[in-house]
Each structure stands twice: as structure tokens, then as C-alpha cells.
């Protein structure tokens, strides 16, 4: 089976009548969740086909529409999705596929995970904390493997460092842990892009440490960044900055570790979008986070398919209907007008997906269930719209 509790897309877990082997605590949690929750409109519980009907009353009468998430649907239901927003004129807001922009436009240079588990020496953890956001990272390929060129596993063939805004889980096995400041994250770039270039770094820092920390970058035969989401905000271009000085002197990779387990396959299929021949490539009605588009303050309507929106963003900054598609309850599911439940990828709903390093992973069924998944409920909308 394949746990779709993050976008390591773990492909040996197997389920048996005493729970999962091999799935880390969060694919576990995920795999054998039980909190669903029940169609509804405006907090009162409706059916299925009432929930369906009233969301596409909604949808009919946006005049700002916008579609947010995404990254927790399989391939298949995120085409769909792409659809009902072309027909609707809905703009699709991804959160945290920039780095994925980056790769898939050539902007920096990327790997597989079996890369990382075969050649990689230097790893740097960069504003992300992998042991609790993609557990299994760490034994299956970035750290503890031997692999072909790193028959030694961590012990003495790689040197694992993190750079974070706080000193994380991940910080406490590696090697080496930068904690920088969030108000000087840029400081701390720059002065590792001066040390990197044999300059003394002019920053409050600690100057000797900096030195130290690009000297090992500068020896690495194979390094590998994994950005998180603490690295995707401001300080995203200095990251490419950043890793076109690395490629100066050594060999480096970059790869988003990012929630949602198929946030590169929607990243991918904005992008064929958007390249499309007739396309003006300004991202028409469709964006990903970052780009242009309005804010999620103006639209009237906000369709969150597979993803939280009030536990990122403050309420006080959504102002139009919601409609939530999610196979648990959240917190957003808590407050939105139209509750539609549908079944999750991986569990009881089967596709394909992306795994974070480009790799289409088919998932099977685990489990059958009544649920319709969300690429029916998506086609359901469609026709009636
Ligand atoms: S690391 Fe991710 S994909 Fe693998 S078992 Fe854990 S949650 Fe599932």
C-alpha cells in the first residue's frame, strides 16, 4: 500500500488486522483516522445531494471565486478541479508550490530521493523539521541509508545540518544547527554567500561558525537542500541565490518539503496550463501562491478542497462563502457554509500522484467505503455549474 500522509508517498506500508507496518506515527494517525464529517449547509447536517446543490448555488453566483488547496488530492480530482474552476472562473490559489515553480521552470537543479539515499554527503535541513512533518525522510533516504556511494550511512558519509528559525527535532540528530532570526534571515544568507566566496561575512552572526559552515558546503561532492515551508516565504530568491553560489564551487540540489502529499502534480499541471499554446502565461484565471491574483480578502466565494484555509490564514481575512471538500473535519469545516465529505486518496479513494521528487506513484484502495471521492463530487459540480 502507499500511505499518503505526506509527500514521501511511502510505498511499503502494509495493513493488517493489528493496524499498519512500516507507516510512520503520522501515516498511521492518517491511514486510521476516524474523524469524518457529515454534509453540510450552513452548520445544520443536510445530505449529500443538498450539500452538493446548495455549493453549486454558490459557485453560480460568485463573481470572485477562488479555489484553495489542492496538495491533498490525487491527480485525477485535481484535473477535474482545474475544470470546474475554468468553467466557474475561479482562480486556483496553491500554497507552498514555489520551489516546485522553480524546479520545473530549470531555475535550480533538483534530484530523486534515491539520489539523495545513493550519493548525497551534505544535506542541509532549511527551515523545515522533517521528523515531524515527513518522518520517515531521514531512514529512508536523507540521513541513516547506506547507499551506493555512501556505504558508511551517517555515521561517517554524510553530514546532516539544519538552518531553522528554532531549534527543531531534526536540529537534535544533525550534526550541525544554525538557529538565525527571523527578522534576519536575509543577514544570515548573504553572510554564508560572502563566506562561500572566501570573504569574511559582515554580520552579527557568529562570524567563525558561518566560515566553518561554508567550508563543509564547499567540500560537499553531493549536497542536497530540503526547503521547507520557513523557506519558501521571503527569503525564497535568496535561496536561489544562494544555491547558484553553491553550484560555483560544488555540486548542491534543492528539494521542498511541503504539507499535502501532491502539491508537485497540481504545481505541475498550473504550469502545462498556464504554457498552454493562446495562454498569455500571466497565469489567466488560475495561480499558484505567489503569483498574481487577488487576495483571498476579495473573493466571494472560497472553495477549500482538501485544506485547512483557517488554520493558516486568520479568519478575519475571509470574507466570502466557503465550501470545504475534505475527507476529515477541521477547523475551516467548523465555519463553512457547504460541508461536502468525500473519500481521501490513498484510503478509500484510488488515483495517482506525485511524490515530492517527480515520481508518479499510482495509490490503490485500501479500504472501500461509501464516501464519493472528491474528483466525483468535482464532476458532480461540473455538470450542474
Ligand atoms: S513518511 Fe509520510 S508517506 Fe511515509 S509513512 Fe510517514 S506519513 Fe506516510
Not at 102 to 111: A, E, F, H, Q, S
Not at 171 to 184: F, G, H, L, Q, W
Not at 342 to 359: P, T, Y
Request: some cysteine; hydrophobic content about 35%.
Amino acid at each position: 500500500m502507499v500511505c499518503t500522509g505526506c509527500a514521501l508517498l511511502c510505498d511499503d506500508v502494509e495493513i493488517g488486522e493489528n493496524g499498519c507496518r512500516h507507516a510512520c506515527r503520522i501515516g498511521d494517525a492518517h491511514i486510521t483516522s476516524t474523524n469524518q464529517i457529515d454534509p453540510m449547509v450552513n452548520q445544520s447536517p443536510v445530505d449529500m445531494d443538498a450539500a452538493i446543490k446548495s455549493a453549486a448555488e454558490i459557485l453560480v453566483s460568485a463573481e470572485k471565486p477562488v479555489f484553495v488547496g489542492f496538495g491533498n488530492s490525487v491527480t485525477e480530482a485535481q484535473a477535474t478541479g482545474i475544470e470546474l474552476a475554468e468553467k466557474v472562473g475561479a482562480e486556483i490559489k496553491t500554497f507552498h508550490t514555489d520551489i516546485f515553480d522553480d524546479i520545473l521552470d530549470g531555475r535550480v537543479k533538483t534530484c530523486t530521493l534515491p539520489e539523495v539515499r545513493d550519493y548525497a554527503d551534505v544535506i542541509i535541513f532549511l527551515g523545515c523539521d522533517p521528523m515531524n512533518t515527513h518522518p520517515r525522510l531521514l531512514s529512508r533516504y536523507a540521513y541513516y541509508p547506506r547507499g551506493e556511494k555512501r556505504q558508511h550511512g551517517w555515521e561517517e558519509d554524510r553530514t546532516a545540518i539544519t538552518i531553522d528559525l528554532r531549534f527543531s527535532h531534526t536540529a537534535s540528530i544533525c550534526k550541525e544547527a544554525y538557529t538565525i532570526d527571523p527578522n534576519r534571515q536575509i543577514e544570515f544568507m548573504d553572510a554564508l554567500m560572502d563566506a562561500l566566496s572566501n570573504k569574511v561575512p559582515k554580520t552579527t552572526y557568529d562570524k567563525k561558525r558561518i566560515l566553518k559552515l561554508a567550508g563543509t558546503l564547499k567540500k560537499a561532492e553531493f549536497g542536497v537542500i530540503f526547503a521547507g515551508t520557513g523557506a519558501s516565504a521571503p527569503p525564497r530568491d535568496a535561496i536561489i541565490r544562494l544555491m547558484d553560489r553553491l553550484n560555483e564551487s560544488s555540486d548542491f540540489r534543492l528539494l521542498p518539503l511541503a504539507p499535502g502529499y501532491n502539491l508537485r502534480s497540481i504545481a505541475e499541471q498550473l504550469r502545462q496550463l498556464h504554457n498552454r499554446p493562446g495562454d498569455d502565461g500571466d497565469g489567466g484565471s488560475d495561480s499558484s501562491s505567489g503569483g498574481s491574483g487577488m487576495d483571498l480578502h476579495e473573493a466571494d466565494c472560497i472553495l477549500c478542497l482538501g485544506f485547512d484555509l483557517m488554520n493558516s490564514l486568520p479568519a478575519h481575512g475571509i470574507n466570502g462563502k466557503m465550501i470545504v471538500i475534505d475527507p476529515n473535519e477541521t477547523l475551516t469545516s467548523r465555519y463553512a457554509d457547504v460541508v461536502i465529505p468525500c473519500a481521501a486518496g490513498g484510503i478509500d479513494c484510488a488515483g495517482s500522484a506525485v511524490r515530492m521528487d517527480g515520481e508518479t506513484v499510482e495509490i490503490p484502495l485500501i479500504r472501500e467505503s461509501e464516501r464519493l471521492s472528491d474528483g466525483a463530487i468535482l464532476k458532480q459540480l461540473l455538470e450542474v455549474v
